[in-house]
């Protein structure tokens, strides 16, 4: 089981950025075994993927963000992160990493909730206008 944590939400105005954080650490946890993505949801709606990766420093994007999210992974590979320019009103969730294992061999870039196992508590961004 991988334990996930988010850092780096908050509250920003139209046009702004951000960059979130997600280290993940648990036993026999191995960076390149797990595949790994950003989600997000809105109050009343369900878990909307963002951002997964495909191999490294290649990441598959939701079209809602293509062009202003930018998602990449530390050296170690044990830390994920979410850089947010341009963020919109309709940008504000609480955002999730999310991790399932690597048992194909490779990521094939899924934004399907469903296909991930372990997940972070989520971090805040809220945008105003």
């Known amino acids: 089981q991988v334990t996930l944590v988010e850092s780096g939400g908050g509250s920003v105005q139209s046009g702004g950025s951000l960059r979130l954080s997600c280290v993940a650490s648990?036993?026999?946890?191995?960076?390149?075994?797990?595949?790994m993505g950003w989600f997000r949801q809105s109050p009343g709606k369900e878990h909307e993927g963002v951002a997964a990766?495909?191999?490294?420093?290649?990441?598959k994007y939701s079209e809602f963000v293509e062009g202003r999210f930018t998602m990449s992974q530390s050296g170690s590979n044990r830390a994920l992160y979410l850089r947010m320019n341009d963020l919109k009103p309709e940008d504000t969730a609480m955002y999730f990493c999310?991790?399932?294992?690597?048992?194909?061999?490779?990521?094939?870039?899924?934004?399907?909730?469903?296909?991930?196992?372990?997940w972070g508590q989520g971090t805040q961004v809220t945008v105003s206008s």
């Open positions: 648990g036993y026999g946890y191995t960076p390149n075994k797990y595949c």
């Open positions: 990766l495909i191999r490294e420093k290649t990441a």
């Open positions: 999310a991790a399932y294992e690597n048992i194909r061999g490779y990521c094939s870039g899924s934004l399907k909730q469903s296909d991930y196992v372990d």
